[in-house]
């Protein structure tokens, strides 16, 4: 009995001594982030200016060409051609109607319109009007949609004083992020839109390895803030997240003559 207990307590010992090492293991990135913090406070104070000045390398100089269009921009729509896109379904050429005015409106029934260029992440901007003769309402007044590389839909809606579901109203990512403020114009003015697209990532295997992203700007007015893309923009079900290439802009068709002047796009990968 005597062994037993004498065994018992060296046993006990050496577990106690085991966890004091575990848990002096533990403080140890505390100690470490101490002494990162510490590091600025041993350094000299910096009494000129100068020493935090960076000149290089210096960014390149935009200008602004005809619409207030970035000199670095790919310019998709400046109203004189639709030569920079297609029919969606069947590739042929794009016959949505030109305007005088430099814009171009949906042709009901023409069906969808993509680039031909494919693209990754970047910065577009554009501009759209709903039809000017009020008819329907809800999702069948005014409504259009960007879809990025031919499967994330910013939704196009003419939502002034035309209540509908808000993960579907004008400048919703469709069926996941309703806008944070409707800054939608009265319906027979223009809308700009400017939105940072940010395009998933897969891994060789197919797997989704960082989530894309959009910032939404509708009028100059913040709509939304580097949201999440959670995948494809549903119309009915949940997004799937299917690997896929760089892909084109896409143009909706849903049956309204809404009219698109304006379009520049810059790629940011
Ligand atoms: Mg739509």
């Not at 018992?8 to 505390?30: D, M, Q, R």
């Not at 390149?60 to 670095?72: G, I, L, Q, W, Y």
């Not at 027979?188 to 894309?212: L, N």
Request: hydrophobic content about 35%.
């Amino acid at each position: 009995m005597k062994k037993l207990t004498y065994l018992l307590l060296i046993g006990f010992s050496i577990f106690s001594c085991t966890k004091k090492e575990a848990k002096k293991k533990e403080v140890l990135p505390n100690e470490m982030v101490e002494e990162e913090i510490a590091i600025p406070t041993t350094k000299k104070e910096i009494t000129d200016p100068k020493e935090t000045e960076i000149w290089e390398p210096e960014p390149k100089v935009v200008s602004f060409t005809k619409n207030n269009t970035p000199s670095d921009a790919i310019v998709l729509f400046d109203g004189s051609n639709l030569d920079l896109w297609i029919t969606a379904k069947d590739s042929t050429d794009a016959s949505w109607t030109l305007q005088s005015d430099d814009s171009m409106t949906v042709k009901p029934g023409a069906g969808d319109i993509q680039t031909k260029q494919n693209f990754g992440s970047i910065q577009l901007h554009l501009e759209w009007s709903a039809p000017n003769l009020v008819r329907g309402k809800g999702q069948e007044r005014g409504n259009s949609g960007i879809f990025f590389q031919n499967r994330y839909e910013v939704q196009i809606l003419d939502s002034y004083q035309n209540r509908t579901y808000a993960n579907g109203q004008a400048t919703a990512i469709y069926k996941q992020h309703i806008p944070l403020v409707n800054a939608t114009k009265a319906t027979d003015q223009w809308q700009t839109y400017d939105i940072i697209f940010h395009a998933p990532v897969f891994d060789p295997e197919g797997k989704k390895v960082k989530s894309g992203s959009f910032t939404v700007l509708h009028n100059g007015v913040l709509v939304q803030d580097n949201v999440e893309i959670l995948g494809t923009t549903e119309y009915i079900g949940f997004p799937k997240n299917e690997a896929h290439e760089k892909g084109p802009i896409k143009l909706q068709d849903h049956g309204n003559p809404v009219q698109y002047r304006n379009i520049w796009v810059r790629e940011l990968d």
